[in-house]
């Protein structure tokens, strides 16, 4: 029983200022302990040599577009050695009037990727749809026909190879790795055993030894005069890679699978490939999503790599405009450029994979 | 409770829907299962009880080939079990299996769980499979669920529903493994009503369950195992009140 007048007679005092709001919160998580207080101030004593002089050369004193001579006089960033090279840098060797087809390449793989992104576009047409898409890209590429005059795959260099290298190669490598993962836990031993050799020996190596062996070993063992193109072994060599990695992450989670769904599948009388499809793989890729994405990513940043066998992706076609005495010395700008280029693309790829993540936990 | 009755007279004298013969299983090493000898006639009911270990729950894991026999021979519906995928396919499409855990798939909503079978194994399109579907939901009184998923079912719910799941198969006999030891007491009472519809409306159930008053009300057979071995079995009525063996007085001494 209160009596409403004892409740209103009670002083009700504010809370002391260093508890509550942003002083509250930088009491209770910045400066706690004393060895917080301390590690704060060093902290923020470095942010203060390092921000404010890397803000002034990366943007106040920059300049952006200006020719190379000007950035000699400036002591700030020259972020023009990316304008001024850029086609170069985004395509390469494609020859100069050309340089629309791959960009339109680009933008039609960009366009069916985000279309592919919604669910609600995920039926069967939407495999029709990729055939094409590939297909007009493929001639986009390589021309030959509507008057567009052949360009080698040799050529083909900057950021489209970069992508084709490592869309086709995640593309490729997944189911691959889903089966040789099954195999590697098949009861048949002869399955097995070729699985386990082909991971084990693959995850053994660099991929820049796979690629050295695809350029220049493999190449010794074809018959005269038959040739495979050099991005093509490029490509492979980065799809069996990424194959033998996504394996053992998806044995790990057929691993996690709790026995009573096999046993409740085979008690309905479903065969392997049923179990395996329809109630085992459904729940196992699901649950190794997050390694799973993590393995692609590093497959899409390893395209790096192809510059060991001459060919030139988008870093390598960065390096090279390095290379050319107006614009050495900018080095640092480039690889920033790159750096924020890869950044994107990776954290676009594992920010959808957080929201498949969200989407596919509906019924949990 | 009903009163138990002699209910050998309603079971038709047929050939027997199980045979095992002289069936031995092996762990490695541990003999777990010895000299298994059991007939089982159509729309019998057989209740299968004893202590933790005694090999019940792998006797009828062999009979649908989740687990392997090494000695013997176990026939189903006329098809030996052997190491052939095809006869194995061919009886697991007739003998249907209630789990201790249920085992319903959880990326499946319900509808989808029951009519997996049936699409896949008996290819029945899906509409028809669909509305068989929802039959069987009705009948285990829980048709309002059947566009949720598993994990947002109770413990009772999802046992009804993997029932219901085994029932679209349309087997000729259903094993049950311990269906209610994972349950709680309220939720015991709307599976073992379900289980004993079924039974009233004829199907050959053999059950592995610590229910008694089950047993009693139900069952033709009952059968009490202990160390891999059938130890003795009978009617219900001869079983509770007339035990032969040791084994069988003290297990139902600590149990009833």
Redesign the interface.
């Known amino acids: 029983m209160s009596d409403p007048s004892r409740a209103s007679s009670r002083e009700y005092l504010k809370p002391p200022l260093t508890e509550v709001g942003v002083l509250g919160w930088l009491h209770g998580n910045l400066f706690n302990t004393w060895y917080n207080a301390l590690l704060t101030v060093v902290i923020l004593l470095l942010l203060w040599q390092l921000v404010p002089p890397f803000f002034s050369w990366a943007f106040i004193d920059s300049v952006w577009n200006s020719p190379a001579e000007a950035c000699r006089d400036i002591d700030g960033a020259c972020w023009s050695i990316i304008p001024r090279n850029i086609s170069f840098i985004l395509f390469g060797f494609f020859p100069d009037g050309e340089q629309w087809r791959p960009g339109l390449a680009i933008g039609l793989l960009l366009g069916l990727v985000f279309y592919s992104k919604d669910s609600r576009h995920w039926k069967k047409s939407l495999g029709g749809i990729w055939l094409v898409g590939l297909l007009v890209m493929a001639t986009l590429m390589y021309g030959g026909i509507f008057g567009m005059p052949v360009v080698e795959t040799a050529r083909w260099s900057g950021l489209p190879l970069t992508f084709m290298l490592a869309l086709f190669g995640m593309v490729a490598a997944y189911p691959l790795g889903v089966l040789l993962a099954l195999g590697r836990r098949s009861n048949m031993p002869a399955i097995k055993t070729l699985c386990v050799i082909y991971i084990e020996m693959i995850r053994g190596v660099p991929l820049i030894s796979l690629l050295f062996m695809s350029s220049i070993l493999f190449p010794l063992f074809l018959p005269e005069g038959i040739t495979i193109d050099k991005v093509l072994r490029a490509q492979v060599a980065i799809i069996m890679f990424t194959a033998a990695y996504i394996a053992e992450v998806v044995r790990g989670g057929l691993q996690a699978m709790?026995r009573?769904?096999f046993?409740?599948?085979?008690?309905?009388?479903?065969?392997y490939n049923?179990t395996m499809r329809?109630?085992i793989l459904?729940?196992a890729l699901?649950i190794v999503i997050p390694p799973s994405v993590g393995i692609l990513l590093s497959a899409f940043k390893d395209t790096s790599l192809v510059v060991i066998i001459a060919l030139y992706d988008v870093l390598k076609t960065t390096k090279v405009t390095l290379s050319n005495p107006k614009w050495t010395g900018y080095s640092t700008e480039a690889y920033i450029f790159l750096a924020v280029l890869y950044f994107v693309c990776c954290y676009a790829m594992s920010s959808y994979s957080r929201k498949l993540e969200r989407t596919l936990h509906?019924?949990? | 409770m009903k009163e138990t009755e002699n209910r050998s007279a309603s079971v038709p004298a047929a050939a027997p829907i199980i045979e095992v013969n002289s069936m031995h299983k092996w762990y490695g090493e541990f003999h777990v299962l010895s000299d298994i000898n059991l007939q089982v006639k159509l729309k019998e009911r057989i209740v299968i009880c004893g202590p933790s270990g005694s090999g019940k729950s792998t006797l009828i894991r062999c009979i649908n080939r989740l687990e392997e026999h090494q000695r013997g021979q176990i026939i189903v519906n006329g098809t030996e079990l052997s190491n052939d995928i095809k006869n194995i396919e061919k009886v697991r499409a007739e003998v249907g299996m209630v789990f201790q855990h249920f085992n319903l798939f959880p990326h499946l909503s319900i509808l989808d769980n029951l009519t997996l079978g049936p699409i896949w194994v008996r290819k029945t399109p899906k509409k028809e499979a669909e509305e068989m579907a929802m039959a069987y939901l009705d009948k285990v009184h829980i048709a309002e669920q059947a566009d949720k998923f598993p994990g947002q079912l109770s413990g009772g719910q999802q046992q009804r529903v993997a029932i219901a799941r085994s029932l679209c198969m349309k087997p000729k006999v259903m094993l049950f493994d311990e269906p209610t030891s994972a349950l709680d007491p309220e939720m015991i009472k709307e599976v073992l009503d379900v289980m004993i519809e079924l039974a009233e409306e004829g199907m050959t159930m053999l059950v592995v369950t610590h229910e008694m008053g089950f047993a009693k009300s139900v069952a033709d057979r009952v059968m009490f195992m202990d160390y891999g071995q059938i130890v003795e079995q009978n009617t219900p009525a001869e079983f509770f009140d007339n035990p032969r063996h040791e084994r069988t007085k003290l297990f139902l001494s600590q149990i009833l």
Do not use: H, I
């Open positions: 709790p009573g769904q046993e409740a599948a085979d008690s309905l009388g479903l065969n049923q329809l109630v459904p729940q699901k509906t019924g949990r």
